[in-house]
């Protein structure tokens, strides 16, 4: 399930980049990153931190509920049942 979270999170930034009409070196330049990982994260060659997405959120301007949403979307059904389930036993942030 992580691999396909990955493929479908990189997609969706890839998609907002290009929508965006910017660069590989332009996002990269307003993350503080090369543009070889911005490259790798659109094509799940690489997981990104919570940091690092925070700073894709800023730079192409997207809301992290909508962004996770359309990835859980994409994934298969009930894909993420384990984890919630797991995670139901542990108090929130």
Same mark, same amino acid.
């Given at each position: 399930? !992580?691999? %396909?979270?990955?493929?479908? =999170?990189?997609r969706?930034l +890839?998609?907002r980049? +290009? #929508?965006l009409? =910017?660069?590989?070196k &332009? *996002?990269a #330049?307003l993350?503080? @990153? !090369?543009f070889q990982?911005?490259? /790798?994260?659109e094509?799940?060659e690489? !997981?990104?931190s919570a940091?690092r997405l925070? !700073?894709? =959120? +800023?730079?192409? /301007?997207?809301? @992290? &509920?909508?962004?996770l949403?359309? *990835?859980? /979307?994409?994934?298969? @059904?009930? %894909?993420? #049942? %384990? &984890? @919630?389930s797991s995670a139901?036993? +542990?108090s929130?942030?």
């Open positions: 399930m !992580q691999d %396909a979270f990955n493929r479908e =999170l990189g969706l +890839r998609e980049r +290009r #929508e009409k =910017l660069s590989l &332009t *996002v #330049e993350c503080g @990153a !090369q990982l911005i490259h /790798k994260y094509h799940a690489a !997981q990104v940091f925070w !700073q894709l =959120l +800023r730079s192409l /301007k997207l809301d @992290a &509920t909508d962004l949403h359309e *990835v859980e /979307k994409a994934l298969p @059904a009930g %894909a993420g #049942e %384990a &984890t @919630a139901a036993g +542990r929130e942030l």
